[in-house]
């Protein structure tokens, strides 16, 4: 059956504290079993209407993935997209900028990255980066050289909102779509998350000694999420808050509402001209011509 995965998305304008938005509900699935199996349809259709994506070739399809470490981005982005054809989709992970990107604005380096029209483009964190990290670290602004900053870092924030609004607004008006969802974990289970990776030593270069000190600002990455969900979630590109602390039922929310996404646009696979139909006719009788091998 789908999933309704309207209660997970937030209203352009509302208010959001994360604070009161569950990161557990109880599981879609009865069984294991029974959640491959829902995966497993959900990809198809996916992989079905990635083909008329292609061939439609009017739009272009972003995801932008953003979370506390942890939360299953990389998990939910393995199993989501296992079924789509990999010359149509591509993943891009933003992490610690170049010299190169901080001489440019920062939304140079993940526009560079953006799908083409009838692709599908992952980004694995994204610009939001610059109003969550940087906001949390602000002494990473030094290493911009943005010139004199105002006073009360709030209105840089303010100003950041307002260019990725007008940026995805842009990118909607030109045929890109965009869904962003961010994984809500509780600090209980990224606990439980980090010591299962030191518990397995074929997890352990998943782990990293800034994991443990990024997880003290814990309270102010949770405000700068709040803040920045609330300020950016808008008809054109809304965002998701999904349950993270049960990895099997974020993936099928997140997969029921990229196959919703997808059905919205209407996709279809080209009718040829006539010209085209003249042509294919003439080829067939070429081919037939030929006669068959002996």
């Not at 943005?146 to 006073?151: A, I, Y």
């Not at 209105?155 to 809500?184: A, D, M, P």
Request: include cysteine; hydrophobic fraction near 40%; charge should be positive.
């Amino acid at each position: 059956m789908p999933i309704d995965v309207s209660p997970f998305r937030v209203a352009p304008g509302s208010k959001v504290d994360l604070d009161q938005l569950a990161t557990a509900i109880p599981p879609l699935y009865d069984s294991k079993h029974e959640y491959h199996k829902q995966l497993r349809k959900r990809v198809r259709k996916m992989r079905s209407l990635q083909a008329k994506l292609y061939a439609d070739d009017r739009y272009a399809l972003l995801l932008v993935f953003q979370a506390m470490d942890a939360a299953g981005k990389d998990g939910a982005i393995k199993h989501v997209m296992s079924g789509i054809n990999p010359q149509g989709c591509q993943v891009s992970s933003f992490k610690q900028p170049s010299k190169e990107e901080l001489d440019h604005d920062f939304l140079w380096r993940t526009t560079r990255r953006l799908p083409e029209r009838g692709r599908i483009g992952i980004f694995n964190r994204s610009y939001y980066e610059e109003v969550l990290v940087v906001r949390v670290h602000p002494e990473y602004l030094g290493a911009q050289r943005l010139g004199p900053l105002p006073e009360d870092l709030g209105v840089l924030w303010q100003q950041r909102y307002r260019s990725i609004v007008e940026h995805e607004r842009h990118l909607h008006h030109n045929g890109t779509r965009i869904l962003k969802f961010y994984l809500h974990l509780s600090p209980q289970e990224q606990r439980q998350r980090f010591l299962a990776r030191l518990d397995d030593p074929d997890k352990h270069w998943k782990f990293s000694p800034s994991d443990l000190s990024e997880r003290q600002h814990w309270p102010a990455y949770r405000r700068a999420y709040a803040e920045a969900i609330a300020a950016t979630s808008t008809a054109e590109a809304p965002w998701m808050v999904v349950p993270a602390d049960d990895k099997k039922t974020a993936r099928l929310i997140i997969s029921q509402a990229v196959v919703e996404a997808m059905r919205g646009l209407d996709l279809a696979f080209p009718e040829p001209s006539v010209s085209e139909r003249e042509a294919m006719v003439a080829a067939r009788a070429a081919l037939e011509a030929e006669g068959s091998p002996t």
